[in-house]
Structures are given as structure tokens and as C-alpha cells.
């Protein structure tokens, strides 16, 4: 296994292989998202065109079996201005950690750990003063939440983050178990870095 930071043509050579994640990885609760390659080929432009990328890829031999990525949060204000609206952060200050995809089989070795480091210390060399990321929040009585599921909260408090009040994005997505996409609530947290 190796952990290794990407940019430039080695982060846009990773990004339909980071699509593949993002659908298998998604496709469990609580995102249930029922995914479609050419959307998220789609998505992914942002971190070809964004100078301030990063992609972190996980890697057991040559095949990626996590990732992680990043930008600068204002590559994303279209997105979550409105979010961040009223809660006193300059959008410029603040780096965005987008997605933390890793294949289960590889869970519980520290990887998620690095995917932060590496992602809040890019960050930093952008002069970044704040990290933040959201997280698609579920009822706790869904229907297709697993027996035993265990949030990632404790994850993320542990390395000093910690829910934004009133920052919540919407966005729409087909879940699994659905005919068309519906709106869901995703709660920013973040942390000084």
C-alpha cells in the first residue's frame, strides 16, 4: 500500500478511476447514491481545471483503491456560498476537502487519517486558514440504514473538526432505491488549520 499526493497530469490520469470509486464507495449508506459514470466524469472537471487541486490516491501496487481530493473553496462557491452565508468565514481562507472514498476491504488501516493529512497540509501551502468538508445527513430511522452502521462523527471530532451551525448545502441525487433524485441536507464541519 501507498499513500501518495497527485497533481497536475498524474491527479487528471487518476480522475476516471476516482469516478469509479465515487460510484462503488457512494453507492452505501448513508449516501445510497445510484451513480452514472458521465456525471461524475462531469464533476470531476473541477479538480482538472482548479490550480489548487489535490487528489490523494491510496494505491495497493498500481491500482487505486482509495482517494481523497481538494480544493480551494472558492472553486466551489457556486456550490456552498449560500451554505457559508452568515457565518462569518471568508470563503478564500477556507479549503475545501471534498470527497473520502476507500473500498471496505481497505478501511481500518489509517488511510483516512493521511487522506486529512495530506489534504489539510496542501491547504496550508495555499495559505489556507480553515479546512471544511459536509457529510449527507440521514434520519436515523432509515430505511436502508444497516444494523450496527456507526457514523463517522467520533472520526471527525477526533481530528478537530466540528459541525458549522447553519451551514448545510442541498443537493440532489437518485438513491438506490429510487426512480428519480430527491434534494438531501449535507452539514459542513470544519477546523482551523
Same mark, same amino acid.
Given at each position: 500500500?501507498?499513500?501518495?499526493?497527485?497533481?497536475?497530469?498524474?491527479?487528471?490520469?487518476?480522475?476516471?478511476?476516482?469516478?469509479?470509486?465515487?460510484?462503488?464507495?457512494?453507492?452505501?449508506?448513508? #449516501?445510497?447514491?445510484?451513480?452514472?459514470?458521465?456525471? *461524475?466524469?462531469?464533476?470531476?472537471? &473541477?479538480?482538472?481545471?482548479?490550480?489548487? $487541486?489535490?487528489?490523494?490516491?491510496?494505491?495497493?501496487?498500481?491500482?487505486?483503491?482509495?482517494?481523497? &481530493?481538494?480544493?480551494?473553496?472558492?472553486?466551489?462557491? *457556486?456550490?456552498?456560498?449560500?451554505?457559508?452565508?452568515?457565518?462569518?468565514?471568508?470563503? +478564500? *481562507?477556507?479549503?475545501?476537502?471534498?470527497?473520502?472514498?476507500?473500498?471496505?476491504?481497505?478501511?481500518?488501516?489509517?488511510?483516512?487519517?493521511?487522506?486529512?493529512?495530506?489534504?489539510?497540509?496542501?491547504?496550508? &501551502?495555499?495559505?489556507?486558514? #480553515? +479546512?471544511?468538508?459536509?457529510?449527507?445527513?440521514?434520519?436515523? !430511522?432509515?430505511?436502508? %440504514?444497516? *444494523?450496527? #452502521?456507526?457514523?463517522?462523527?467520533?472520526? @471527525? %471530532?477526533?481530528?478537530? #473538526?466540528?459541525?458549522?451551525?447553519?451551514?448545510? $448545502?442541498?443537493?440532489?441525487?437518485?438513491?438506490?432505491?429510487? !426512480?428519480?433524485?430527491?434534494?438531501? +441536507?449535507?452539514?459542513? @464541519?470544519?477546523?482551523?488549520?
Amino acid at each position: 500500500m501507498r499513500v501518495e499526493v497527485l497533481t497536475g497530469q498524474a491527479l487528471e490520469a487518476a480522475l476516471d478511476d476516482v469516478a469509479r470509486l465515487r460510484i462503488a464507495v457512494f453507492r452505501a449508506f448513508p #449516501y445510497l447514491y445510484d451513480g452514472d459514470f458521465d456525471y *461524475e466524469r462531469g464533476y470531476l472537471q &473541477t479538480y482538472r481545471d482548479s490550480p489548487g $487541486a489535490v487528489l490523494v490516491g491510496a494505491f495497493d501496487a498500481d491500482r487505486l483503491v482509495g482517494a481523497a &481530493t481538494g480544493t480551494p473553496m472558492e472553486d466551489h462557491a *457556486e456550490d456552498f456560498a449560500g451554505a457559508f452565508a452568515g457565518t462569518g468565514y471568508d470563503l +478564500s *481562507e477556507v479549503f475545501y476537502c471534498a470527497e473520502s472514498v476507500l473500498l471496505p476491504a481497505y478501511r481500518g488501516r489509517g488511510i483516512g487519517h493521511r487522506f486529512f493529512d495530506l489534504r489539510e497540509a496542501h491547504g496550508r &501551502t495555499l495559505n489556507r486558514r #480553515y +479546512s471544511t468538508f459536509c457529510g449527507v445527513v440521514r434520519p436515523a !430511522d432509515h430505511p436502508l %440504514r444497516p *444494523e450496527g #452502521y456507526a457514523p463517522l462523527d467520533p472520526f @471527525w %471530532r477526533k481530528r478537530g #473538526y466540528a459541525p458549522l451551525d447553519g451551514a448545510v $448545502a442541498a443537493f440532489r441525487w437518485k438513491d438506490i432505491d429510487r !426512480d428519480a433524485e430527491t434534494a438531501k +441536507s449535507l452539514q459542513f @464541519w470544519i477546523r482551523a488549520l
